[in-house]
């Protein structure tokens, strides 16, 4: 029999695709526990990392070797939240959620609105699932990023789109927008028929909320992460809801189990701890405050995001405020994007571990 050279076989055209690029899974390397870890905007604090620790202490072997149960988890969560099971949906991270939207509702050649920058993965999605972006790109100003509900309004109405993604607060930009305007723009993909999700992925350092309205609005679907505020970045999970049809639109193209039973203990045992949680955040808020605080009396701009994060521009002081932080401190040095060119990032921290920064800070600009 004469041998024939396999074919070489090649995936999907919106994968294959040059667009969609994604980072070298090979090349990562673990962060030095000497430093302080400010790059990735999870929760530094030692105090809730304490009680997620003791949280995990308690875990029952049984929870590594079984495979997840996760109605318990479902009621729980649901009585938090105050809606009911009907209404959730857990996932493998807010990201999780994201992807299931696009598995759910996205075609190849449907119209995706999302604003630019923000979460990486809005794009990739998009690639992946071959949709048309349509990016509504926040404006270059001297108070930092700017995107006008009206605009976003206007290119829902005029592009006709079969989902609309805007994560509130934002990132990188940490901008928000007003519950009136939010209402304003769901209200706009109602009338288009667009699925319409709010990531609130940073709830509740930003504390107000469109979840109650999965009641009220059909097409809307809230997210939220627990890598945030409530230390579980490591566990991956994370939790959203919406109308009880929508909703069992997303748990159709989940994977067999949503979240893993680890994970799953853990939110589960956290949600008795909320108060701890909400500790937490005043803490990192009031860190957050004071590091910007030191940041304006040195003359330096800056940006009030209503994140777990901040923004400074060091100026002419960069290179020389970067050097003086290499040993001590990991973080987002700088941005492409326009409307965040030359700021530096930080997760928000206690103001205890924000101290040894700011000096060290303060000793370069004041040289």
Known sequence: MKYTKPMKPEPKPAVAS????????TAGKRRDEAMLWLDKNENA????AQVVAEVAAAMPASVGYSYPDHGPLYHKLAEWVGLTPENMILAAGSDGLIRATFEAFISP??????TAPTFAMYFVYSKMYGAEEVPVVYSVSDEGPVLAADDLIGTIRDNHPRAVFLPNPDSPTGTVFAP??????????????????????????????CLPWVSEFSNLVVIRSTGKAWGLAGYRIGYGAAAPELAEALHKVKAMYEA??????????MLDHSDDMRASVRRLQAGKA??????????????HGKGNFL??????????VHEALADLVYYRQDFKDPCLKGYSRFSATTPVQFDPIIERIEKVIKA
């Open 45 to 48: 604090d030692p105090q809730l």
């Open 290 to 303: 004071a590091f910007l605080g030191a940041m304006q009396r040195l003359g330096l701009k800056v940006l």
């Open 260 to 269: 893993g039973a680890v994970a799953a203990y853990m939110l589960e045992g």
């Open 18 to 25: 040059a667009e969609l690029t994604r980072p070298d899974w």
């Open 109 to 114: 050649g449907d119209k995706v609105v999302h």
């Open 180 to 209: 009136g305007e939010i209402r304003a723009i769901v209200q706009s993909a109602v009338d288009v028929g667009a699925v319409m999700l709010i990531d609130e992925a940073y709830y509740p350092f930003h504390d107000e909320t």
């Open 311 to 320: 923004h400074v521009a060091f100026g002419d002081h960069a290179s020389a």
